[in-house]
């Protein structure tokens, strides 16, 4: 069944625009056809399509049941902007696995500046990954900052797990398995994964004087999209959310 994200659920619903122009030109959706919507409440609305003009498409609302597909835990990647289309593969990549919000940063060894991340483009590519995956909540992908900046937002985490291909002691698989083992819930996560370059001296020891511990990923050095996407399913699943 075809999905539709909205900022607000209303009966009837009138989609316009692009929307329209997907359910009836493209997907030659029909009158009776039904259609799930989500509003980022985590629910799932269906609604059947009662009429199709030139201009747009009527829905009304037939049912309404729970998402399944949001985790229980809430994740935010933080990682610096890459080169290339690698930005598309993370955003694409994490959307699918259930991230919640991702933060773009320029650090010292990023090799591009911010102006090469196209906001509107990622935000269209976490739009359809949201659909293809079935996801009830929409990708926040949030404007590039310094890394200076991310600093102080990683205070509100329950826990930060931070790759770093430096001299490590302590290998991702049993940080988590500690973490997310623990009785005390654990549900909001920060991941940070550095660029091409890695990190600065200056930027590890910015981390770990707030008490942020570096975990290795192992013997062999990923590139920057291959890192988000592991970590993040690591987490995932070593937080139960893959069952």
Known sequence: MRKLFVTKIQNPLVIEGDDHKHLSLV???KIGDNIVVCCGDGYDYIYEITAI???NTILNQVSKTQNQSEPSISITLFCSVAKGDKNEIIVRTITELGVSKIQPFISAFTA??????????????ALEASKQSGRGKLLEVLEPVSFDNILDKLSEFDLVV???????NIDIQSFLH??????????????????E????????????GRGIIPVTLGKRILRADTACATVCALVFYEGGQMR
């Open 112 to 125: 591009v500046k911010s102006e090469t991340y196209k906001l509107d483009r990622m935000r269209r590519v």
């Open 178 to 195: 500690e973490k997310l083992s623990n009785k005390k819930p654990i549900k909001n996560i920060a991941i940070i994964v550095g660029g």
């Open 162 to 168: 931070f790759p770093y291909e430096g001299n490590c």
């Open 27 to 29: 997907l030659r959706n």
């Open 197 to 208: 370059g890695g990190f600065s001296e200056a930027e590890v020891l910015s981390l770990s």
């Open 53 to 55: 003009t030139k201009n």
